[in-house]
């Protein structure tokens, strides 16, 4: 199995600039969750699914931030319009289970975002 | 919202020697989650505790879920340069299915 692979890898972007990062899950896992990642915030979950349907969004820092899962093994996370403050490691990663605690999450590699 | 203080925050030590680092909260935790994040990649779990006083091992690691189940502890022995990476705890309190994760302690070896 590939993984969870994330992509752009790696994003520059100017303020203002609408950014879609993507996600796709490992085959037959049916959670998924979005992470930001940064060295003064550590790791935080931004938004949580579970069989394509957003169960906790809570961690969504603002209404610039939105994201979808079209279909049961893909995700994006749209930010428009960006600010430099968004400037993060964004992961994301997928579960077989439908909670939030017992399952193994695996990670993706990260899509490392600037905005200048 | 909920906390948990990992410490310490940064090691660096030499080739060979025995690593300690631990995670602690005000709540009880019901999961305890070490996980390590190589650089340039995203976090691997390493160890799940699930019982307090659970003591776990994967290889050359060791993790506790603390008497309390307010405190885990993650040792590493014979370090080697390979075991370079930020290791982060994680857990899961009472009934909220939310993962908290820590900050992180980020491992440098020196060969």
Request: aromatic fraction near 10%; charge should be negative.
């Amino acid at each position: 199995d590939a993984g969870v692979i994330q992509s752009p890898r790696h994003e520059v972007t100017e303020m203002g600039q609408e950014v879609t990062l993507r996600c796709k899950l490992i085959s037959g896992h049916n959670s998924l969750f979005w992470y930001r990642q940064t060295m003064m915030r550590g790791l935080e979950l931004l938004i949580y699914f579970n069989n394509n349907v957003p169960i906790d969004d809570s961690g969504m820092p603002e209404d610039r931030f939105s994201a979808k899962m079209p279909n049961a093994s893909f995700s994006t996370l749209k930010i428009q319009p960006s600010e430099p403050r968004d400037s993060a490691v964004y992961f994301c990663a997928s579960s077989l289970g439908g909670t939030l605690s017992t399952d193994t999450q695996y990670f993706g590699p990260g899509t490392r975002l600037t905005v200048l | 919202g909920q906390q948990l203080n990992q410490s310490p925050q940064s090691m660096f030590i030499q080739e060979g020697e025995d690593v300690s680092m631990n995670c602690t909260s005000s709540s009880i935790f019901n999961t305890w989650l070490w996980y390590k994040q190589d650089p340039g990649e995203g976090p691997v779990l390493l160890i799940a505790l699930y019982k307090a006083g659970e003591l776990t091992s994967n290889g050359r690691l060791t993790a506790q879920f603390g008497i309390t189940r307010k405190d885990s502890f993650l040792n590493i022995s014979a370090s080697i340069p390979s075991d370079v990476g930020i290791y982060f705890c994680a857990g899961i309190a009472g009934n909220n299915r939310k993962l908290i994760w820590g900050l992180g302690t980020s491992l440098a070896v020196n060969p």
